[in-house]
Nanobody
Framework: QVQLVESGGGLVQAGDSLRLSCAAS????????MGWFRQAPGKDREFVAS????????KYADSVLGRFTISRDNPKSMVYLQMSSLDPEDTALYYC?????????????????WGQGTQVTVSS
């Protein structure tokens, strides 16, 4: 079993930056890829970013490419999402997810474990 706990969300203004953190426990963290997803009210959950087990490979949604950066610290069992140039369209509940495979993945159904989410609200 894997436990994921997100933190770092909040209310910010358009153009601001924010860093989300995800603390993982319960298994060999460095063995699997990690991802961030988000869900806005009335919308489906969507992929944001993914990072491979080693951190060497990353994948981003087109909507965040160039603005968001995913990273991980394996010794600390942490994953981060650095968000910049935030836009009201980025407002959503952001989820951290883990998968047993080491390969990056943009499909939610391919992830095995999920956190409870952290709310990000961007005001205009």
């Amino acid at each position: 079993q894997v436990q994921l706990v997100e933190s770092g969300g909040g209310l910010v203004q358009a153009g601001d930056s924010l860093r989300l953190s995800c603390a993982a426990s319960g298994r060999t963290f460095s063995a699997g890829a990690m991802g961030w997803f988000r869900q806005a009210p009335g919308k489906d959950r969507e992929f944001v970013a993914s990072i491979s087990a080693t951190g060497m490979n990353t994948k981003y949604a087109d909507s965040v490419l160039g603005r968001f950066t995913i990273s991980r610290d394996n010794p600390k069992s942490m994953v981060y999402l650095q968000m910049s140039s935030l836009d009201p369209e980025d407002t959503a509940l952001y989820y951290c997810a883990a998968r047993q495979s080491s390969v990056v993945q943009g499909t939610a159904s391919r992830y095995d474990y999920w956190g409870q989410g952290t709310q990000v609200t961007v005001s205009s």
